[in-house]
């Protein structure tokens, strides 16, 4: 009796064993797996993880150095009634190349609560590539309804004082900024200058 209780006990034991190989060889091949989806994910084979926030980051405009090569530069000069685009390089100053842009109309609105109108010819500067002023050309006519939301919201004592006057340029850049941010992800407008400042 003991020879047949020693039998069955061998397989029981062994099949013990078995279970356990076969349990840590499972455990192994899922590290395995896992290991390997982590390093695609990572990599951005499989979307997601820093591949992907890195492709978005390079997507956007970036500074231009004097000097350098732009190669979203405007390949042609504006026709007449159309956004005309300058760049310009200096010695001094800052390090990048600032490019110029130039609405093609001026803006006439009221004043917040007046019957005062102004009158307004704008251009903005981004140290951008060219997307930016490709998509200024590119949305100028949303461009144009958000700085006439914004003249409509100025007041009167605004338009006759150098401090009111910079905080509408101000206003006028980060609305511009809006736009841009809202259609195409990126703003890059640097800054507003009144070309003429008309109230009357």
């Known amino acids: 009796m003991s020879d047949k209780k020693n039998k069955e006990a061998k397989p029981k034991k062994a099949k013990g064993k078995g279970m356990l190989v076969k349990l840590v060889a499972g455990l192994v091949?899922?590290?395995?797996?896992?290991?390997?989806?982590?390093?695609?994910?990572?990599?951005?084979?499989?979307?997601g993880g820093e591949g992907e926030a890195h492709a978005k980051e390079d997507n956007k405009p970036k500074l231009?150095?004097?000097?350098?090569?732009?190669?979203?530069a405007p390949k042609t000069e504006a026709k007449e009634g159309e956004g005309a685009a300058a760049e310009v390089e200096g010695d001094g100053g800052s390090e990048f190349k600032t490019s110029y842009y130039n609405f093609t109309d001026d803006f006439t609105s009221n004043l917040k609560n007046s019957s005062a109108l102004v009158q307004i010819s704008l251009a903005c500067s981004t140290r951008r590539d060219g997307r930016v002023l490709m998509w200024l050309k590119k949305h100028e006519l949303a461009i144009r309804s958000q700085i006439l939301v914004v003249l409509a919201d100025t007041p009167e004592e605004d338009a006759f004082t150098p401090e009111g006057k910079e905080r509408l340029q101000k206003r006028l850049t980060d609305a511009i900024n809006k736009v841009l941010t809202e259609t195409e992800g990126f703003g890059g407008i640097d800054k507003v200058y009144f070309k003429s400042f008309l109230v009357q």
């Open 64 to 72: 231009v150095r004097k000097g350098e090569e732009d190669p979203y």
């Open 29 to 47: 091949l899922v590290g395995a797996g896992g290991g390997g989806t982590f390093a695609l994910v990572k990599s951005g084979m499989l979307g």
